[in-house]
Nanobody, 124 residues
Framework: QVQLVESGGGLVQAGGSLRLSCAAS????????MGWFRQAPGKEREFVAAISWSGGSTYYADSVKGRFAIWRDGTKNTLYLQMNSLNFEDTAVYYCATSLASKCTSDSSKYNYWGQGTQVTVSS
């Protein structure tokens, strides 16, 4: 069993930045890949970024590439997502999740544990 708790969401102006955190507990943090997904109102959940179990590999959706960065800190059992140059289209509830695999994947069906989500709202 894994528990995931996201934090760091909020209201930010377009062009601004936010850093999301995802605190993990209940299982060896470094044994699985992790990812961030988001869901905007009226839309399906979409992949944002993923990181391998070691942190050595990352993978980003085209829509956030160059603006977002994902990393993990094994000493703190925490996953992070730095979001820069935010725009209105980034407004969504952001979720972290653990993957069944050790490698990065954008396939949400490969993720088995999910956090409760944190709201990010970008004002234009």
């Amino acid at each position: 069993q894994v528990q995931l708790v996201e934090s760091g969401g909020g209201l930010v102006q377009a062009g601004g930045s936010l850093r999301l955190s995802c605190a993990a507990s209940g299982r060896t943090f470094s044994s699985y890949a992790m990812g961030w997904f988001r869901q905007a109102p009226g839309k399906e959940r979409e992949f944002v970024a993923a990181i391998s179990w070691s942190g050595g590999s990352t993978y980003y959706a085209d829509s956030v590439k160059g603006r977002f960065a994902i990393w993990r800190d094994g000493t703190k059992n925490t996953l992070y997502l730095q979001m820069n140059s935010l725009n209105f289209e980034d407004t969504a509830v952001y979720y972290c999740a653990t993957s069944l695999a050790s490698k990065c994947t954008s396939d949400s069906s490969k993720y088995n544990y999910w956090g409760q989500g944190t709201q990010v709202t970008v004002s234009s």
